[in-house]
C-alpha cells in the first residue's frame, strides 16, 4: 500500500473539520456543559489566580463595569481549529448570567492551550449593547483590546481607556495566539 501525506493531509483536516464543527456549532454541546455552580467554581479560581499574578488587576476591575470570565477555553488544531469554553458575567462580583465563546478557524493552525480569559467592560454603553446580542462577535459587535498578560504584568485604568478590555492569562499548550477576533459570545440557559 502507497503512503500519500497529501491523502494523510485531507483526511487529517476532513476529521479536524468535523470535530471543530462538533464542538462549536452543535447545540448539543450545551447538553453537556458545566452546571452554574461549577462556572462559577472554575470563574472564582481564575478570578483569584488573574489577582496574584497581575499588578493593578484589583483595582483595573473595580473601575469595570462588568467582567466576563472565561477559564480554563481550550483552543487547538491542525489546519482547522477550534475553541470553546464556559464562564459568566459578574456585574458587583455576581454572577448574572452565563456564557460560551467558541470560534473555528482555518489555516496554518497547529497544536493545543489552555488559557484564561477575562473581558473588562469599562463603559456603560459598551456592556449594554453586549447584554442585548443574542450572539456577539468580537471583531464585529464591538472591539476588544486584548493584552496578553503573564505574572509580573501590570495593568491600570491611567494606561488603558478602551471601552472593552480582554486578558487572557494562564496559557498553557503550544500555541500563542492571544487574539479573540471572530470568537462569538452567547448567552447560555442557566
Not at 464556559?86 to 467558541?102: D, F, M, P, Q, T
Not at 467592560?121 to 446580542?133: H, V
Amino acid at each position: 500500500m502507497k503512503f500519500s501525506v497529501t491523502k494523510c493531509l485531507r483526511e487529517s483536516a476532513l476529521v479536524a473539520a468535523c470535530l471543530v464543527l462538533v464542538l462549536t456549532l452543535s447545540p448539543a454541546v450545551s447538553a453537556y456543559s458545566a452546571t452554574a455552580r461549577e462556572i462559577d467554581v472554575s470563574v472564582d479560581v481564575a478570578l483569584e489566580r488573574f489577582y496574584k499574578e497581575v499588578k493593578g488587576a484589583h483595582e483595573f476591575t473595580k473601575s469595570a463595569k462588568a467582567l466576563l470570565i472565561l477559564p480554563k477555553v481550550i483552543k487547538g488544531g491542525f489546519f482547522f481549529g477550534g475553541e470553546y469554553g464556559e464562564g459568566a458575567l459578574r456585574i458587583g462580583g455576581k454572577s448574572v448570567a452565563y456564557y460560551n465563546i467558541a470560534s473555528a478557524s482555518f489555516g496554518l493552525t497547529f497544536g493545543g492551550e489552555q488559557k484564561d480569559i477575562i473581558i473588562a467592560f469599562m463603559t456603560d454603553d459598551a456592556l449594554n449593547k453586549f447584554r442585548k446580542s443574542e450572539n456577539w462577535e468580537a471583531g464585529v459587535d464591538g472591539n476588544i483590546a486584548v493584552l496578553n498578560v503573564g505574572a509580573g504584568a501590570t495593568v491600570s485604568t491611567e494606561t488603558i481607556k478602551d471601552p472593552i478590555v480582554g486578558f487572557v492569562f494562564g496559557v498553557k499548550g503550544l500555541m500563542a495566539d492571544a487574539s479573540l477576533k471572530g470568537s462569538k459570545l452567547t448567552k447560555l440557559k442557566k
